[in-house]
């Protein structure tokens, strides 16, 4: 048996991300519940959203975002033989995203698969690919996080609808002579799986927003650390760190106790909203857009939610 060529490391080439064109502010939210702006704000640190048109669906916002992603890589669709998609919020079951996205971008007979890991989706695909790539099983793997949680939302539950919000983001991962994506931390808390769910098709997200905020400001800046040892990074030497946008002050309070103080804090919810596995390629992709990190800096990317899942590795910005 003939081993395949092997690469010694992995690297993302390009970031590419979508919106929906209808924004929700908080005043819009105040007049369909009893909120108002300051109240959000104080508690999420939201002040818009994005919402998808009612005929816009995650296989929609995942060309957008997949197609930005391809094009700044520099590769074509024929390159392309692995696509993931990180969803949790699919209409349909089957068939999954990737295949239907691959088709829509030319890919021709890529492997395609979806992940579920809610809001820790992104980090688990961009694992994955990184190990296809290094492993042989992929030349160049296409890695999108796609969501539409307005759809499972119930539109007048301030507990939810305020939170959530849809978008998409995406990255290339490529073969790289030295590892530019550092050894993925990822792990479950099971036993608080009831925290975040949704029962059945009828039913919406429900969310015990105590109990998640707990768990995230007191279990996840260990995991942070965890993942900057393995890549061999101190805190310190982070330019950007980029964790699920779930919540203000569940970001802020991982950044103080992880001590990356050179680092930019991605505070993409403010305008974003919580986009589960969207949301840190999204935020990513708008950090590199603005300005805000620059090719060849070290990223910390930490995604967590619903499972309760979580996972986290250093990578550097394409």
């Not at 699919?90 to 007979?109: C, M, S």
């Not at 978008?167 to 808390?189: E, H, L, M, N, R």
């Not at 105590?210 to 890549?231: G, I, M, N, S, Y």
């Not at 101190?234 to 330019?239: G, N, T």
């Amino acid at each position: 048996m003939r081993i395949p060529d092997v690469a010694p490391g992995a690297k993302v080439l390009a970031f590419g991300h979508y919106q929906p064109a209808t924004v929700v502010t908080n005043d819009d939210l105040a007049k369909v519940m009893d909120t108002n702006d300051e109240w959000i704000q104080s508690r999420v640190g939201i002040r818009e959203r994005r919402i998808a048109s009612e005929g816009e669906s995650v296989e929609d916002m995942a060309v957008q975002a997949g197609g930005k992603a391809l094009a700044a890589s520099g590769l074509s669709a024929a390159d392309v033989d692995l696509v993931i998609v990180a969803t949790c919020t699919l209409e349909t079951q089957i068939p999954n995203a990737a295949a239907v996205v691959a088709h829509r971008l030319g890919i021709q007979a890529p492997g395609a698969f979806d992940v579920n890991a809610a809001c820790a989706g992104f980090c688990y695909a961009l694992a994955t690919a990184s190990a296809a790539v290094r492993g042989g099983s992929a030349r160049n793997v296409l890695v999108i996080g796609s969501e539409k949680l307005s759809q499972w939302v119930d539109p007048t539950d301030r507990s939810t609808a305020v939170i959530f919000a849809d978008g998409a983001g995406a990255a290339v991962v490529a073969p790289a002579d030295t590892p530019g994506i550092g050894p993925v931390v990822w792990g479950s808390s099971g036993d608080k799986a009831d925290a975040i769910s949704i029962t059945d098709r009828n039913d919406h997200l429900h969310q015990e927003g105590q109990t998640v905020f707990r768990w995230a400001t007191t279990a996840l800046h260990p995991v942070a650390k965890e993942a900057c040892d393995r890549a061999g990074v101190d805190p310190s030497e982070l330019a950007a760190f980029v964790p699920h946008q779930a919540n203000l002050r569940i970001i802020e309070a991982i950044a103080r106790k992880l001590g990356a103080d050179k680092a930019v804090v991605a505070r993409d919810i403010v305008t974003a909203g919580n986009t589960s596995a969207a949301s840190i390629p999204l935020a990513l992709s708008r950090m590199i857009e603005r300005g805000e990190v620059r090719s060849g800096d070290l990223a910390l990317v930490l995604g967590f939610g619903a499972g309760l899942t979580y996972a986290g590795q250093v990578i550097e910005v394409p």
